[in-house]
């Protein structure tokens, strides 16, 4: 149980929840934990279309028996062997193919079964396996809570295979799957999709649960526990009901049942915005496992027994939608899950409190620093599921698209991504297609510079007024790319909001230069302020750095944040010049985005100023060596300083 304050209290972790499933699932994987189940060219001549799990699970000697049945259609090629991808350690006692016993061999990850007969295109093929073992792994669990043991699996990424044999592959989801467990009586197994059935044969109960929505292998699940149940109800977009039913320790019902209320409306927003939930026939809900944070199983999210924060929530719920409906095709891709996941989180905040909070969630996922998007190594656990990249830049690539294609085209980009890969798996370049599709634009230079590139624009600005037509204003827009550890960006919409003596005006301008000018025109006779991107709809750091009377030369800076020494330890000095008397914003941030320290929060006056940080963080604890951030604010003028702090 967590404290009730302190790094690890319920009101810190329903704060950081979206980490907390970045790190459960990035786990203390070793190269020695990690066993990848390659797909076969053997694999790629059939599709299964069911499994069915017959397993026997005994929590006192940690032992798991089973049969599971694999029916498949042949797609090419005569077939006369099947290959399963099963863990090594697990023991196979027996197999059938067609109702007949057959011989099989194992090399590795692999099961290769012989088949009773050749099989060509278009037949069904059925092969049993018949195993035993302990599959204590990552990704299988025997723990205990309460005295009580409390069994799991977590698959993602690549560890069905250790506790059933499958294939084990995102591009193969099967149309169905059943799943019959036998428990001690005293247990209660939650599971995907519907319970058919729930039979006491004393010393033992069986559970029977069936997933008629195609499901890929990492999503197939089991949490097993005395659990206390209860439902709630999900009003449906064609009139009827769907039970939303939770599986919990008995010792947390009562924060459950606080905690998981908000599900109904959140379901309702959310269908609104993607789409009837994907699994109305079946369920949805939660069961209590023991990992910090979730995991998104089909109709069946496995969460923490002390994480009810409306992020963890939302995130779980969301991946629904992508990540279970659309599965990315590989891990290679696992933004288009974890990313889309992430930015639901703020998309509920919006559907719940409105678009200022819809922004303010998605400033609290802001990440500068280096990497690909892309994980160009899907071998590592730690890669794949990099809070930075695969959660928090990614939500930001989602977010920038929707301000790109405008609510319209996104909205029916997303309802196309649906139609033409829901229930099935997708990667980049589909995804990018289907939103080109929609909206009519060249997304090529987007995807690649956010996906498969690093870092992010540094804009810096400078502006004139122009004489206009009578009523109007001129204005004269310079806007330079400043970055030096990447290339220019290609941005299709950069907002600018224009200021006058009439009112408020937003405009857009596409900008892909290190250079760019732009004559635009506005209502009013004097311009008193211009901003670029007020609303933070691009991931970049922006600077006025001009002053308005230099606009095609080279722009003066009026201020200027430096520091000395650089690098430094164990103080440095951050260094500007004002021109005026201006309220001063002066803080420190990690290269994760996250504030350090506010070393000014008021007006200064006119001239220079030194500040002086001693590498300590808001509370007073020294920080690590690395990479920081001074950022100055002065009236409406941004400047940043790259800071070293040294051993």
Not at 24 to 41: E, G, N
Not at 48 to 63: K, R, S
Not at 203 to 214: A, D, L, N, S, V
Not at 331 to 346: C, D, R, V, Y
Request: net charge negative; glycine share 8%.
């Amino acid at each position: 149980t967590p404290p009730e304050h302190g790094p690890h209290s319920l009101q810190y972790l329903a704060g950081q929840s979206r980490w907390l499933e970045a790190e459960t699932k990035a786990r203390a994987f070793t190269k020695q934990d990690l066993v990848l189940a390659d797909p076969t060219p053997n694999m790629a001549l059939y599709d299964v279309t069911f499994y069915d799990i017959d397993i026997e699970l005994q929590p006192l000697v940690e032992q798991l028996l089973g049969t599971v049945t694999v029916v498949a259609d042949v797609l090419t090629e005569p077939l006369t062997e099947f290959d399963l991808h099963l863990r090594a350690n697990m023991t196979v006692d027996a197999v059938t193919a067609g109702g007949a016993a057959v011989g099989f061999t194992r090399e590795g990850e692999v099961l290769t079964v012989t088949l009773d007969r050749t099989y060509v295109t278009g037949e069904t093929v059925t092969v049993a396996v018949t195993y035993h073992g302990n599959p204590g792994s990552n990704y299988f669990g025997w723990d205990s809570y309460d005295g009580e043991p409390l069994i799991w699996s977590l698959s993602e990424p690549y560890g069905a295979h250790y506790w059933w044999p499958c294939k084990d592959v995102n591009t193969d989801k099967a149309d169905s799957v059943d799943l019959h467990i036998k428990v001690p009586e005293n247990l209660v197994v939650a599971s995907n999709g519907t319970l058919v059935s729930e039979e006491m044969q004393s010393p033992h109960r069986i559970f029977h649960w069936e997933e008629r929505y195609p499901i890929v292998t990492y999503l197939v699940s089991i949490a097993v526990h005395p659990y206390a149940r209860f439902s709630d109800w999900y009003d449906t977009q064609a009139g009827g009901t769907m039970e939303i039913q939770h599986f919990v320790v008995p010792s947390f019902l009562e924060q459950a049942e606080d905690g998981y209320a908000v599900l109904p409306a959140m379901l309702t927003a959310f269908a609104g915005g993607f789409g009837e939930y994907p699994f109305v026939d079946e369920k949805y809900g939660h069961a209590h496992f023991p990992w910090g944070g979730a995991m998104e199983h089909q109709t069946c999210t496995s969460i923490s027994y002390w994480a009810y924060g409306q992020w963890i929530i939302a995130h779980e719920l969301g991946h629904q939608w992508f990540g279970d409906m659309i599965t990315c095709s590989d891990f290679h891709h696992i933004w288009l899950n974890e990313g889309f996941a992430t930015w639901t989180e703020a998309y509920w905040f919006e559907q719940s409190q409105g678009m200022a909070a819809y922004h303010e969630e998605m400033n609290d996922a802001v990440y500068y620093g280096p990497g690909t998007i892309y994980v160009e190594d899907a071998t590592n656990v730690g890669d794949i599921f990099n809070g930075n990249l695969s959660y928090r830049k990614a939500s930001w690539v989602v977010h920038m698209l929707r301000n790109i294609m405008g609510e319209d085209d996104f909205f029916g980009g997303l309802a196309l991504y649906r139609e033409q890969y829901g229930h099935g798996s997708a990667d980049t370049e589909q995804f990018q297609a289907v939103m080109e599709e929609a909206s009519g634009l060249d997304l090529t230079d987007f995807f690649q510079q956010w996906i498969y590139g690093e870092y992010y624009p540094q804009y810096e600005y400078a502006w004139v007024q122009a004489a206009g037509e009578p009523g109007n204003v001129g204005l004269r827009l310079r806007l330079d790319q400043v970055q030096t550890n990447t290339g220019t960006f290609t941005m299709p919409v950069v907002d600018v909001r224009v200021t006058t003596d009439e009112g408020t005006y937003d405009l857009a301008v596409a900008n892909s230069g290190r250079l760019e000018i732009y004559n635009l025109t506005v209502p009013g006779s004097v311009i008193t302020t211009v901003q670029i991107d007020p609303d933070d709809w691009i991931l970049k750091e922006v600077a006025f750095n001009g002053s308005t009377d230099v606009i095609d030369g080279v722009p003066t800076p009026l201020v200027q944040l430096t520091s000395y020494p650089n690098p430094f330890n164990p103080t440095t000095q951050l260094v500007f010049e004002l021109p005026r008397a201006l309220p001063v914003q002066l803080e420190i941030y990690d290269i994760a985005g996250h504030r350090v320290v506010t070393l000014l929060a008021e007006e200064r006056p006119a001239g220079r100023h030194e500040v002086t940080w001693d590498g300590r963080d808001r509370s007073g604890a020294q920080v690590p060596s690395g990479t920081y951030f001074g950022r100055l604010v002065a009236g409406d003028q941004t400047s940043t300083q790259k800071l070293m702090l040294l051993e």
